[in-house]
């Protein structure tokens, strides 16, 4: 048995955190079994369905590099098969048509509320012959449900869950306007795609019952479930808004990398031993539903900012570089000529080991692509004194010989410090102050290197003749 696995978000927002998860263990599961990964639209709801969400979807998976493995699935395209499926279920007796009014139902509805009882259709057309129809009532078509026994579903995260048949009444599968419910739709695609396992939030583990009592009605095989516990915020309700950010393309626009995000999203909720840092292949080799936790995990954006941290240490400096130059323009619409990308690039193993997203990133290379005169903080401005700027005249002529690379620019900063009875820091401070409008950034004889001889001596020349 292949296995097959599907993501099945509503396109009706943004993408969320819990879903990306959703979506990366669906992802690893079909990995590791050797089986595919498929994606489907639940676009049912026309009214809050839209093509920008679906558009989000799409970009948030690609951007985490889980795409599925066949074209998407939408079920707005899908309707003339969930009837047929429907009329086949009457035709075996497993469905039945159901013409009570709507004043019937209200007054169920409110004989349940008196008695403070859950409403449940009470099944009065379930053995009525169709032929003792009302005139003007479009009938919806409703399961047949079992009224006696159990439905048990082994959930493979949850253990074996079940409910008493009497508990759950004739659900409807096609409304009266011949639409599909989503329940009835979500089994009839499950069947179609081929599922093999429903990994989904436990949020759906009570439909479940109602699905698996749709397979039954059509002698359909019933794929094995994995619900997984929701992902909480630090007081432990659901996450949302109000915890922090938790749409996906807002992490990515933060300047979060994607496998950093996922290496978070599946120590949330999934574990091996110790393990905390794992790349795409150590996931695909270890993930199983068996490490899936039953408790409810909580969103830490600290941790969060640690893995990513330590994910951009890992990152190729030419791809961050690129990412940089972007943010760049995009967040500080500063125009960033080759010259200034390779000196980010130069400088990068040392930016990286600094910065935690890659918006720190821009932000801390923002110095090398300016023009002098550069902004200064107050504290920079504070180094240039008339005793630093002479410092930085002599040094001047000493960086107009010296090799231009860190090794050699370190070693002339400590003969020209020991020469002139000052600390090092002394000398760097103003340095740094000149080069990079700032008192923090990384050392200066690789800021020196980074920047090049030319831009170098420019810049020192600006501050000491101003
Ligand atoms: N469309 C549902 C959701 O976005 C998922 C349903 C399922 O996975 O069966 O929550």
Redesign the pocket.
Known sequence: MTVRVRF???PTGMMHIG?ARTALFNFLFARHHGGHFLLRI?DTDRERSTAEATRVILDALDWLDLTPDEPPVFQSTRYARYREVAEAMLAAGAAYRCFCTREELAEMRSRAEAEKKPFRYDGRWRDRSPADAPTGVAPVIRLKAPRTGETVISDLVQGPVKIENSELDDMIIVRSDGTPTYLHA?VVDDHDMSITH?I??DD?LTNTFRQAQIYEAMSWPLPKFAHIPLIHGADGAKLSKRHGSVSVLQFQEDGYLPEALCNYLLRLGWGYGNAEILDRNEQVSLFDISGVGRAPSRMDYAKLLHFNAFWLRKAEDERLTAETVRRIKRDHSLEVTPDAASRINALMPSLKERARTLNELAEAALFLTREPPLPMTAKAAAQINPESREDIANLIEILRTTEFEAQSLHARLVIFAEESGKKLSAIAQPLRAALTGSTTSPPIDLVMAALGRKVTISRLKNVIDK
């Open positions: 099945a978000p509503s879903s639940e979500v429903v989904r939030g759906h």
